[in-house]
């Protein structure tokens, strides 16, 4: 009776290789991101509900805060972008409090999303008691974000509208801003037309890491708000951009790390993963306006389906993307 060869490593590489082509793409999607999570840095603190997690040297991310928080540490004080919803504001400055005692310096805003400013008069109101304890009385952090921001919540009236305490202070109206800070080139950079027509992404560029806000968010479906000037086209654009900008590190792991408007931290396989699926929703939805379909008729048509499970319903996504195809630019 002849005896069954054993395989060799190389054998067994090769054959976890054919193993793998014959799942289906939603089980590598799955394997991936359970890869993900096994490399991401284990949380360096808690604070109620809000979670602090070390990404670099010198960047931390603060989630479970309404929205993704970042805050970059050094010698000059804090850089902080987005300060996350009004209700978890506390928690939020807690957070930072628990990293740093300094100052906070810069906040900037990536949109005019109230789960992302809703905690700047909140949380530069505590962290601004560092300040005062060195006897510089009522000074405060500059928020910076990009022009449009700042006239839409001016613009704002009734229950909803946020306090004067909580509109940037500092505006830019180009596609670009740079500043040395902690040692650092800290880059804001405006990416037109994706979520909103406001959006701004902020890149620590010795640290690595680029904050999105929800220009990128692997919770769910982007918010294209069409009325805020959002499109399907320009978030495609800004994502790609995106892609161009960060790097990834060995074995395609790591690298460039990317802290999304909400949900975990990233790098550039979740990137791509996500452009793809807009790419192919953006498509299908092409070709389905092309034939002569309704909007009702598209949605019934599924063209989310193998996304779903991921990010949730897709009709609005749906809509949102059906009505910027209709939109003559």
């Not at 406001?198 to 690595?208: E, I, K, M």
């Not at 379909?293 to 949605?299: A, G, I, N, S």
């Not at 389906?305 to 809509?319: A, L, Q």
Request: hydrophobic fraction near 40%; aromatic fraction near 6%; proline fraction near 5%.
């Amino acid at each position: 009776m002849l005896e069954t060869p054993r395989l060799t490593a190389v054998g067994r590489a090769a054959l976890a290789g054919v193993i793998c082509t014959l799942l289906s793409p939603a089980l590598l999607r799955a394997e991936r991101q359970n890869a993900a999570a096994r490399r991401e840095p284990t949380p360096a603190a808690s604070a109620g509900d809000v979670e602090v997690v070390h990404v670099t040297s010198d960047v931390y991310m603060i989630g479970g805060g309404g929205s993704n928080v970042t805050v970059n540490v050094g010698p000059q004080g804090l850089f902080v972008v987005d300060t996350g919803s009004a209700a978890a504001s506390v928690k939020v400055a807690t957070a930072i409090r628990s990293i740093s005692d300094k100052p906070i310096r810069y906040i900037a805003n990536t949109s005019a999303d109230v789960d992302h400013i809703g905690g700047n008069v909140e949380v530069n109101k505590l962290l601004g008691q560092a300040i005062r304890s060195r006897e510089v009385i009522d000074e405060r952090a500059t928020i910076v974000a990009y022009a449009t921001v700042l006239n839409r919540l001016t613009a704002q009236t009734g229950p909803q509208a946020l306090p004067s305490a909580a509109w940037p202070t500092s505006t830019f109206g180009t596609s670009q801003q740079d500043q040395a800070f902690n040692d650092q080139a800290i880059q804001l950079f405006h990416l037109p037309a994706a979520h909103t027509d406001g959006d701004t992404v902020v890149f620590f560029r010795r640290s690595d890491v680029v904050a999105t806000g929800d220009l990128f968010d692997k919770t769910r479906y982007p918010v294209i708000d069409i009325t805020k000037g959002g499109s399907i086209t320009g978030e495609i654009d800004a994502i790609n951009w995106l892609l161009d900008l960060i790097v990834p590190g060995e074995k395609e792991e790591g690298g460039t790390m990317v802290v999304p408007g909400h949900g975990r931290l990233c790098d550039e396989s979740e990137v791509m993963e996500y452009r793809d699926m807009l790419t192919i929703v953006r498509d299908r939805v092409k070709d389905m306006v092309q034939k002569g379909m309704t909007l009702e008729q598209v949605k019934a048509a599924r063209p989310t389906f193998e996304y779903d499970p991921e990010y949730g319903p897709g009709d609005s996504f749906v809509e949102a993307v059906f009505r910027g195809l209709q939109v003559k630019r």
